[in-house]
């Protein structure tokens, strides 16, 4: 494990990956790409999405379940991967009877989301707490893949 955990060390470690994939895959650059996360890992997504995309990466969308409090403005703002990116596809997931990210909470976060410019959200409940059921996943995932 690191001495320091941060969004800026696993994304060092994930920009690397990549590279090394496009090494192996000439054209793998191109291939799209899904950020997501549940909890704390949504809120990295978030962080890594804009990250790829001004990097050159295609991000193909974005699955966050169980979010309590919105980061991919700031994401946005700091690694300014241009307006075309408010229209990559995000899928938000919420539990019902979520008391870590309360419905409230992630109805905010899709607030924030809409006034910073993303016009592509699809925000779904499900009848759960701060979990991630397989089938949210698959749903979101069939969505994301029609938008390629």
């Known amino acids: ?11 060092g470690h994930t920009l690397a990956a990549l590279e090394a994939l496009n090494r192996s895959f000439p054209g793998s650059r191109n291939w799209p790409i ?5 909890s704390g890992g949504a809120k990295r997504a978030t962080y ?8 050159g990466y295609r991000v193909a969308g974005i699955f966050l379940s169980g979010m309590n409090e ?4 700031e994401a946005y703002q700091r690694f300014k991967p241009g307006r075309d990116f408010l229209r990559t596809p995000i899928f938000l997931n919420s539990g019902m009877y979520d008391i870590v990210a309360t419905p409230e909470q992630q109805n905010a976060v899709e607030k924030s989301m809409r006034r910073t410019g993303f ?14 059921p397989p089938k949210r996943l698959l749903a979101a995932l069939r969505w994301l893949r029609k938008g390629l």
């Open 119 to 132: 016009e592509n959200i699809r925000h779904e409940a499900f009848p759960g707490g701060h979990e991630l």
């Open 34 to 38: 899904v950020c997501a996360g549940q």
């Open 48 to 55: 890594l999405a804009p990250l790829l995309a001004a990097g």
């Open 1 to 11: 494990p690191p001495r320091l955990d941060s969004s800026g060390w696993r994304a």
């Open 70 to 73: 919105e980061r991919i403005t």
